[in-house]
C-alpha cells in the first residue's frame, strides 16, 4: 500500500490542497507549529476513521469552521488505485473506499495498515497500566480481526452489566457473567500468547538500539489471573458480585488487566531516565511493526513523527537498522536537524512545511 | 412557510430522513397529484387501526388472531422467537419454517431501559405451559444483545420438556470481506458449544 497523493480541506491549519507522496519516503521538513503532525494525522484519519492526537473529530476542523474533509488516492498491493474519502460534517462522520460508504469502522481498519510513532508513545513507558493495554490492544487488533471483534463484544457486554447493577435487573447479571467470561477469557488467553511473543524480540532490540545490558520484559498481570477456565471466570464473577453492587462496576475482568515494564526486577516505569523511556517506546513501535509482518505477511505505512529527535546520530543509524521493511515512511524534521543521510539520499519527496503550506524542495 | 415548516418537521422524525430528504419530500407533496396526497393521508391515517399486533403471537396482522396463528396447517409442535414483528415476515418468506411464532417486541439491553419486564417474555411462558410445542427455536438477531436475551430465555425455560435451539447466524449482511467467514466461523464454532447453562 502507498498513498499516492493527499487532499484536505479545512483540516487543522493546512491549506486547503492536493499534495503528491507517490514516494516509498516522503520527508516533511519545518518548525513546530507549522502542520507537519497535521499531515500525518490527516494520513492516520484516512487509514483508521479516528486521530491519534484527540478522540474528538471536531477538533480537527480548521478553527472558526464546523466541517472537513480528507481525500487520497492509494495504490493497493496489487497496483491498482484506491480512492478513500473521509468527511466530517454536522457531528457526524462519512468514510468512503471507491465511493462506497463504509458503516462498520472494521471495514475500515483492516484496509490500509498504518503504525504511527508519535511524541506521545512514551506514555507506554510511562504512563499508566491503561496506556501499555491500549498498544497490546492495537497491536493484537492489527492483525487479528477476531481478537478485535471480541474487545468490542467485551466492552458492549461490560456496558450492559454495569447499567444491569444500576438498574437492579439482578436476574440478567448471571448472563452477562457467563458472556464476559467466555469472551473475556478467550482475550486473556491471547493477550498472554501476545505477551509472549513481545518479550521474545522485545530486549534483543532495546539492548542493540540502547547498547546496553538490560533485561527487559513485558510482565503481565491479568485481573483474572486466578481463573483457568471459563468457568472460573463466571465463578469469580458471582463471588465479587455483591462487591460490584456496592461499587456500581464491574471491577474484575480483562478491562482492569495490567502490563508493566520491567527491567529485571525493577519496574523500568520507576528506574529508567527519559532518554531510556523514548528508547523503549520506539522500540515498542519497532516490535509492533515486526509482530505485524510476521501475522500477516505485509508491510505497513509508517508515521515517525519527530521522535528521532531525543536520538543522537548513532541511535538513530540504530534505530533505523532495525525498522525493516515498510511499504511507505514519513518522515517529519525540524530545519536545522540532520536527517540521516540513508533517507537523505534515496529517491524521496522533500517538502519544506511553512504556516500549513507544503513546498517541493 | 408555516405549513411548509411544520410538515418537514414531522417528516424529519420519520427512520431514515433527514431535513434535507424532509424538505425534498415536502415540496414533492406541494407539487404532486392531489389525489395521490389523499390516498397517502387515508393510509397513513388508518394504518394504525388496521394493522395491530396479534393477541397471540404479536406479529402485525389485520385479523386477530393472525393468519399464521390461526392456520391448521401449521406445526403446532414448533415455535420460533423473534425479536420485532418484522422477523417474521422474514422468516416466513424464506418459506423454510412452518411453525408458530412469538415476537418479543425488543432485545434486552439495560443500557436502552430495556429489561425482562419490557420483553413480552409472560406471554412466551405461558404459550409454552399450555400449549403442545416441543421445539423452540430463537431467532434472535446475532448482535451481544440478541445474545443475551437468547441466553437469558434459555435460562428463563429451564425445566420444561422442551427443545431449544439457537438458530444460526449466517454471514453479515454486506460482509464481503475475507475475514468475515473467518469471524463468523469461528464464532459460531464458539457459540455452538457454549450454548448450554
Ligand atoms: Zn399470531
Known amino acids: ?361 | 412557510m408555516n405549513a411548509l415548516e411544520t410538515m418537514v418537521k414531522q417528516l424529519s422524525r420519520l427512520p431514515g430522513i433527514g431535513p434535507k430528504s424532509a424538505s425534498r419530500l415536502a415540496y414533492h407533496l406541494i407539487k404532486t397529484d392531489p389525489h395521490y396526497n389523499q390516498l397517502l393521508a387515508e393510509s397513513i391515517a388508518t394504518i394504525q387501526d388496521l394493522i395491530f399486533p396479534c393477541s397471540i403471537c404479536g406479529s402485525y396482522t389485520e385479523t386477530d388472531p393472525c393468519p399464521i396463528c390461526s392456520d391448521p396447517n401449521r406445526d403446532r409442535t414448533l415455535m420460533c422467537v423473534v425479536e420485532q414483528p418484522q422477523d417474521v415476515i422474514t422468516i416466513v418468506a424464506s418459506g423454510s419454517y412452518n411453525g408458530l411464532f412469538h415476537v418479543l417486541g425488543g432485545a434486552l439491553s439495560p443500557l436502552e431501559g430495556i429489561g425482562p419486564d419490557k420483553l413480552d417474555i409472560a406471554n412466551l411462558v405461558k404459550r409454552i405451559d399450555e400449549g403442545t410445542f416441543q421445539e423452540l427455536i430463537i431467532a434472535t438477531n446475532p448482535t451481544e444483545e440478541g445474545d443475551t436475551t437468547a441466553m437469558y430465555l434459555r435460562h428463563v425455560l429451564k425445566g420444561k420438556s422442551l427443545t431449544i435451539s439457537r438458530l444460526a447466524s449466517g454471514l453479515p449482511i454486506g460482509g464481503d470481506l475475507e475475514y468475515a467467514d473467518r469471524l463468523t466461523l469461528a464464532r459460531s464454532m464458539r457459540g455452538r458449544v457454549n450454548f448450554k447453562e
Not at chain 1, 227 to 251: G, P
Not at chain 1, 279 to 287: E, N, Q
Open chain 1, 1 to 361: 500500500m502507498k498513498f499516492r497523493s493527499l487532499g484536505f480541506h479545512n483540516f487543522r491549519n493546512l491549506t486547503d490542497s492536493l499534495i503528491p507522496t507517490d514516494t516509498h519516503h516522503v520527508v516533511l521538513v519545518g518548525n513546530n507549529g507549522q502542520g507537519k503532525t497535521n499531515f500525518l494525522e490527516a494520513l492516520y484519519v484516512l487509514c483508521y476513521g479516528s486521530s491519534f492526537r484527540t478522540p474528538h473529530l471536531r477538533d480537527m476542523c480548521t478553527h472558526g469552521k464546523k466541517s472537513f474533509y480528507l481525500s487520497a488516492v492509494v495504490e493497493t498491493d496489487d497496483g491498482s488505485n484506491q480512492q478513500l474519502l473521509f468527511r466530517y460534517a454536522q457531528g457526524k462522520r462519512e468514510i468512503r473506499i471507491d465511493g462506497k460508504e463504509i458503516r462498520d469502522r472494521r471495514d475500515l481498519i483492516y484496509n490500509i495498515p498504518c503504525i504511527v510513532f508519535s511524541h506521545d508513545d512514551i506514555e507506554f513507558i510511562r504512563g499508566t497500566p491503561e496506556s501499555r493495554r491500549r498498544f497490546f490492544d492495537q497491536t493484537m487488533s492489527l492483525y487479528d480481526p477476531l481478537f478485535f471483534d471480541d474487545l468490542r463484544r467485551y466492552r458492549v457486554v461490560l456496558k450492559q452489566r454495569n447499567a444491569a447493577i444500576k438498574e437492579h435487573y439482578h436476574t440478567l447479571i448471571p448472563v452477562y457473567d457467563k458472556q464476559l467470561a467466555i469472551v473475556g477469557m478467550a482475550i486473556q488467553e491471547r493477550r498472554k500468547i501476545a505477551v509472549e511473543e513481545f518479550n521474545s524480540i522485545f530486549n534483543s532490540l532495546y539492548s542493540a538500539v540502547a547498547q546496553t545490558n538490560s533485561e527487559m520484559h513485558i510482565m503481565y498481570k491479568p485481573s483474572w489471573d486466578d481463573c483457568k477456565t471459563v468457568d472460573d471466570a463466571r465463578d469469580k464473577l458471582a463471588k465479587t458480585l455483591e462487591r460490584d453492587k456496592k461499587l456500581q462496576t464491574t471491577a474484575s475482568g480483562i478491562h482492569r488487566d495490567q502490563f508493566f515494564v520491567m527491567d529485571g526486577k525493577v519496574n523500568f516505569a520507576q528506574s529508567g531516565s527519559t532518554g531510556q523511556m523514548r528508547l523503549a517506546s520506539l522500540i515498542f513501535r519497532i516490535v509492533q511493526i515486526d509482530t505485524y509482518r510476521k501475522k500477516t505477511g505485509k508491510n505497513p505505512i509508517l508515521l515517525i513523527d519527530d521522535v528521532l529527535l531525543e536520538l543522537d546520530v548513532t541511535k538513530r543509524g540504530l534505530f533505523l537498522d532495525q525498522l525493516g521493511g515498510y511499504s511507505q515512511a514519513f518522515f517529519t524534521f525540524l530545519p536545522e536537524e540532520r536527517y540521516f543521510s540513508k533517507i537523505g539520499n534515496s529517491a524521496g519527496l522533500t517538502y519544506s512545511v511553512e504556516n500549513g503550506e507544503f513546498l517541493s524542495t
